[in-house]
């Protein structure tokens, strides 16, 4: 299994930056901030916000955390287009995000760009029967929560997407779906793609033979695309901590080994570097185990920071432009951008296997 060449270098992701409001100016300021600090990223994440997505018609005047987005075009929204308009398209490539990817490389000297999608297109999936993406043949599909899940997340079963449904890619076109996507995005000069909500394909098996065959056809042309057009086996799993996406993938490199990183929740740190660490006991077998972006300018930077550097991980993160605490970048990254990387995962040692720093009291090594 090849491993992306990201590992290796420091790196910026737009999430925490913009959410979905980043932009192609966003993008530029973030990584000529970071760069005037001497923390020079070699790669960008551009997360979600660049895509083409939509509502559902009679969703236009539901309050806005009610809203579902599906994904319209396979293409970049206006924010990523050159001069762009809302709501048109540009036939132009050059126009396009390609613009957006020559910038990041010629004037800022990146590496690899690598935008997000979710394993279903976009969060609520593929719109049905809108133009230009009927061949793929989208059906709104509901999903259905196990009681176990219930037992511990009750809110999904209110979950707007649970009551709205989701536009889902008939199987036999998704690899068709992901390789017109990739080609795209591959022609235009992007290097890989963080793939996220792979967890909601468990819900939605219900008369496509069940959740694993569903699971099974959907990473098999997965891996399939990002084969074919990313050479660099540009991918990044994330929310796919179900046995069945982690069983099934058998091209992606990288896993994210935890939830998020939310920098509004203080008591969520703690438990942020010990799931990560404790899981790649297990996944750090067979994957290489991604402890997510951080903020470098925050009360646990320094935690987050010292995680990474003996994590063997890709170390980037999602400050803010001009938000920066560079002393404590410049301990992680070299003047070139690179990393000090070590060459296998961060686990904890073998006598603190059973402690639970959450709760115990008791540290881990």
Same mark, same amino acid.
């Given at each position: 299994m090849q491993m992306p060449g990201i590992v290796d270098w420091f790196g910026w992701c737009?999430?925490?930056?913009?959410?979905?409001?980043?932009?192609?100016?966003?993008v530029e300021q973030g990584l000529k901030s970071l760069s005037e600090g001497g923390t020079p990223p070699r790669f960008v994440?551009?997360?979600?916000?660049?895509?083409?997505?939509?509502?559902?018609?009679?969703?236009?005047?539901?309050p806005e955390k009610e809203l579902i987005r599906r994904l319209t075009h396979i293409k970049e929204n206006h924010k990523f287009q050159k001069d762009g308009k809302e709501g048109e398209q540009q036939e132009d490539p050059a126009l396009g995000i390609q613009h957006v990817v020559?910038?990041?490389?010629?004037?800022?000297?990146?590496?690899y760009v690598y935008v997000w999608h979710a394993i279903t297109g976009y969060w609520g999936g593929v719109k049905p029967g809108v133009s230009g993406m009927e061949h793929y043949d989208s059906?709104?599909?509901?999903?259905? !929560?196990?009681?176990?899940?219930? %037992?511990?997340?009750?809110?999904?079963?209110t979950d707007n997407l649970t009551t709205e449904g989701l536009g889902l890619v008939n199987p036999k076109k998704v690899f068709q779906f992901y390789n017109e996507l990739h080609s795209y995005l591959a022609a235009a000069g992007i290097d890989g793609v963080k793939v996220d909500v792979q967890c909601i394909l468990?819900?939605?098996?219900?008369?496509?033979?069940?959740?694993?065959?569903?699971t099974t056809q959907y990473h098999k042309a997965l891996d399939a695309s990002v084969a074919s057009n990313f050479p660099d086996n540009g991918c990044i799993a994330c929310m796919s901590h179900n046995t069945d996406a982690l069983y099934c993938s058998r091209q992606t490199a990288i896993v994210r080994a935890s939830d998020d990183f939310f920098p509004r929740e203080?008591?969520?740190?703690?438990?942020? !570097?010990?799931?990560?660490?404790? %899981?790649?006991v297990f996944l750090g077998e067979f994957m290489q185990p991604d402890w997510d972006m951080f903020h470098s300018l925050h009360p646990a930077a320094e935690y987050h920071a010292a995680a990474r550097a003996i994590g063997?991980?890709?170390?980037?993160?999602?400050?803010k432009p001009g938000h920066h605490n560079f002393?404590?970048?410049?301990?992680?990254?070299l003047p070139d951008g690179s990393i000090l990387r070590p060459r296998l995962p961060g686990r904890p040692t073998s006598d603190c296997l059973f402690n639970d720093p959450n709760r115990d009291g008791k540290r881990y090594r």
């Open positions: 737009t999430w925490d930056a913009f959410y979905t409001a980043v932009s192609a100016e966003g994440i551009i997360d979600d916000g660049w895509q083409s997505v939509g509502m559902d018609q009679r969703q236009e005047d539901a020559r910038m990041a490389k010629e004037k800022h000297h990146l590496k059906k709104m599909k509901y999903p259905v !929560i196990s009681p176990g899940v219930l %037992n511990h997340e009750p809110g999904m079963q468990e819900t939605l098996g219900a008369g496509l033979g069940g959740r694993v065959a569903l203080p008591v969520s740190h703690t438990i942020h !570097i010990a799931s990560v660490a404790y %899981n790649s063997g991980c890709p170390i980037y993160v999602s400050d002393e404590l970048l410049r301990k992680l990254v």
